[in-house]
T-cell receptor, first 111, second 115 residues
């Protein structure tokens, strides 16, 4: 079945770059997403990438997609304490637009 | 999370009680869905709907019912609450097609505890 995996925890220092990785199994996914969840809050869509793209940049965020290895990454440049949150990758799209989520990566930014 | 409203935000139930989590969106989205979030398991799809009058099961549908009588509303019913249904529930909606990856909008979540 479909599966999305992420590492559970990442700790970085303020000002450094963060790279959060994700692997997925469904090669038919149309879109791959990154969501951010702050404590006690809902999910905020950060960015997404269409499956025929290799890279997408949006201000401090860079998404890299390796379709051959089914690997997705999110790079946050100049990480700030406000970036501390749980980051979920998800695959989906298609006729029903269902999302399959990873388990989430807790990003802790040390001042 | 503009446009997707969930109620209640917090609820405590006793085992065996029933309740309904409400979800409404004002963006005229065709797609609506319910997810539950549990520690270490990400979000899992419970039920979804591709339009008014159409619903289907997701990954973990047991113990839940849904209906979609209008485009705007997609309530989730717990028939007989069990402690295993203690979770955070998220409602989501999106357009059926279009640019932007059929951007999926989430509500702010409903924290449910079953004792």
């Amino acid at each position: 079945g479909e599966d999305v995996e992420q590492s559970l925890f990442l700790s970085v220092r303020e000002g450094d770059s963060s790279v959060i990785n994700c692997t997925y199994t469904d090669s038919s996914s149309t879109y791959l997403y990154w969501y951010k969840q702050e404590p006690g809050a809902g999910l905020q869509l950060l960015t997404y990438i269409f499956s025929n793209m290799d890279m997408k940049q949006d201000q401090r965020l860079t998404v890299l997609l390796n379709k051959k290895d089914k690997h997705l990454s999110l790079r946050i440049a100049d990480t700030q304490t406000g970036d501390s949150a749980i980051y979920f990758c998800a695959e989906g799209g298609g006729a029903t637009n269902k999302l399959i989520f990873g388990t989430g990566t807790l990003l802790a930014v040390q001042p | 999370n503009a446009g997707v409203t969930q109620t209640p935000k917090f609820q405590v139930l006793k085992t065996g009680q029933s309740m309904t989590l409400q979800c409404a969106q004002d963006m005229n989205h065709e797609y609506m869905s319910w997810y539950r979030q549990d520690p270490g398991m990400g979000l899992r799809l419970i039920h979804y709907s591709v339009g008014a009058g159409i619903t289907d099961q997701g990954e973990v549908p047991n113990g839940y019912n849904v209906s979609r009588s209008t485009t705007e509303d997609f309530p989730l019913r717990l028939l007989s609450a069990a402690p295993s249904q203690t979770s955070v529930y998220f409602c989501a909606s999106s357009y059926r097609t279009g640019a932007g990856g059929n951007t999926i909008y989430f509500g702010e979540g409903s924290w449910l505890t079953v004792v």
